[in-house]
């Protein structure tokens, strides 16, 4: 057993017998809160090892992720109201977290850790000392101590309020909605959001199926719902599958002069009607506006998804490679990418997803800096960077960030 005794900001790890007392931080008055409560998991192995087996008063059941997907998992138990937590004993099955942090909450959104480690080595784990109060309490596994995923016997929470009535969770297996990633629709939706307020300085991203100028950033026109580029080949592919699916639309004439200007930052041939005539495409043809759609998933998003998942990152991750596959193109995401991987694993090599997505950032932020038309980096810093530091792994709502200055809020 190790016992954590916290105070004045210092950790203590002592090692010390299992018949310990709840003496440092802790009264003997204090409650459980967290006995038959509501709880949440992100991912279980089986309906057998459910995420109310950690919370129930079964000393015989347990909560199981199981070995598959991302290498973070977390279990958030709902303590009903805002609580006083003095003490989280937590008692590990064979399969524990090397690296984990305890979470509070008053939204299940924002995040505050309460304490964290590097150096778990299973069992139990008792934590005292503990200041901290918030509705929800979230276990955050980031690293794990063996190749079979996360296992709790046990979430034991204690403080000096009265613990709400037992509402016991249903066992399932499902992954909550909560715990999506950038594949279920409600999550695409909010990443989408998210890039429109960097890329158009809102977040109804439809509303931009029509937007085009020239930002003399030497790409030539940015347009549309991703800003495809007349000088970056997308705007081409655009065009050329809109004329394929309809062969009589406005933009058509101008195949000839996008594919001469692709790679410049030229106009000619474009100048004086094009602008109009995109505009015009996409106030009165659902057919351009789906052209734009698949274009963005099929060269961005998809593909930046499906990366982000082979190394085991969740939504936050996920956004942050679409994000900068949008303006460094998939060769560049890539390219950040290998420098990352070069001096930190990914969740899935081991890593920790907390301390890969921060290096991450760091260098597409670097990567930006290179660029006098991306210098500004709020894009990363106060909004992916913010919902990093507020443990938001899973984008979940309410979110709040910032862009350019300007400050953003989604709240479903």
Known sequence: MRSVVLGGGIAAVLCV??????????????????????????????????????????????????????????????????????RVRLHWARAYAKAYRLQASDDGATWRDLYHTSTGDGEVDDIRGLSATGRHLRVLATQRGTPEGYSLWEIRAYGPGRAAPAAPSAATAEVPPVAGGLTTAAKKEIALKIVSSAENSTVDWRSEYGYIEDLRDGRGYTAGIVGFGSGTSDMLAVVTDYTRRKPDNVLAGYLPALRAVDGTDAHDGLDPGFPGAWRAAAAGDPVFRKVQEDARDRMYFLPAVRLAEADGLRALGQLAYYDAALMHGISGLRSIRERVVARQRTPVQGGDE??????????????????????????????QRALLNAGNLDLVTPLTWEVHGDRYTVTA
């Not at 950690?54 to 998992?73: E, F, L």
């Not at 301390?355 to 106060?382: G, I």
């Open 17 to 86: 017998p299992l018949a310990v007392s709840v003496a440092a931080g802790a009264t003997s008055s204090d409650m459980v809160l967290t006995g038959d409560r509501p709880v949440l998991a992100s991912a279980t192995e089986s309906i057998a090892w459910p995420a109310s087996g950690a919370t129930d008063t079964d000393s015989g059941t347990r909560w199981s992720s199981g070995a598959a997907g991302p290498g973070t998992q977390w279990v958030q138990i709902d303590l009903g109201t805002a609580q006083e937590v003095r």
């Open 354 to 383: 907390i301390a890969f997505l921060t290096a991450f950032l760091d260098a597409r932020a670097a990567e930006m800096r290179t660029e006098a038309a991306h210098s500004d980096t709020s894009r990363v810093d106060t909004a």
